[in-house]
């Protein structure tokens, strides 16, 4: 599951689907540490199911995996209320954020949600936690892609993460609700890439 509504998310048939509430009831934190442990994992990512709609149970997840000496790794669209916030970070070791644009008006029409709580959880992370960040954004064409959108969101990761935060530029392929929508070319990759860059 997601807490977002992304008009285009690239995991629809895994987040959308209600498998994890059959996992939860069957997976034990300790047997999922156990077996990670087992298969010689040197970590245990939670991921295509934003971990935010089922964060205590992740945070059991990582704690035992924390008794194995296994990383926890959180792949989030980073929207979460603070308290919760929190009590998720201090047990995870690792995440990546989904920035799915850097206008409220995108994060309204297209995610049901608001940017400003993303801003914060990057910010939190970065600034009040020992959690390795690392930022993606898919970038869709006509929708987050022009070049005055990416300077503006590389400028306020500059200004306000620093420069050694990596970030990633991931294509778009149509799927879910967005099939009308194009591929993304390489050369807006490329130039994204250039952005960051300079």
């Known amino acids: 599951g997601c807490n977002l509504a992304c008009k285009f998310c690239q995991n629809w048939d895994i987040s959308k689907s209600r498998e994890i509430d059959v996992l939860a009831s069957r997976a034990a934190p300790a047997d999922i540490a ?85 801003l914060d959880t990057l910010a939190y992370l970065r600034h009040q936690t020992n959690v390795w960040l690392e930022i993606t954004t898919l970038l869709i064409p006509g929708r987050n892609d022009s070049d005055a959108e990416v300077a503006a969101e590389c400028r306020w990761i500059r200004e306000n993460l620093g420069v050694d935060v990596p970030v990633h530029f991931t294509a778009f392929h149509p799927d879910y609700k967005m099939m009308d929508t194009p591929a993304t070319p390489t050369a ?5 890439h250039e952005t960051l860059m300079n």
Not at 47 to 63: G, K, L, M, R
Not at 81 to 87: G, I, T, W, Y
Not at 188 to 192: G, K, M, S, V
Request: net charge negative.
């Open 34 to 118: 156990r077996t990670a442990h087992e298969l010689g994992c040197r970590s245990v990512a939670f991921t295509y199911n934003d971990p935010t709609i089922f964060w205590e149970y992740a945070a059991d997840v990582a704690d035992a995996c924390h008794d194995q000496g296994i990383k926890a790794v959180a792949v989030t669209a980073g929207y979460m209320c603070p308290e919760p916030r929190a009590e998720f970070y201090r047990r995870v070791d690792a995440a990546n954020v989904d920035l799915k644009a850097f206008t409220e008006d995108f994060y309204r029409k297209v995610c049901v949600s608001h940017l400003r709580n993303v």
């Open 188 to 192: 807006t990759l490329t130039r994204a």
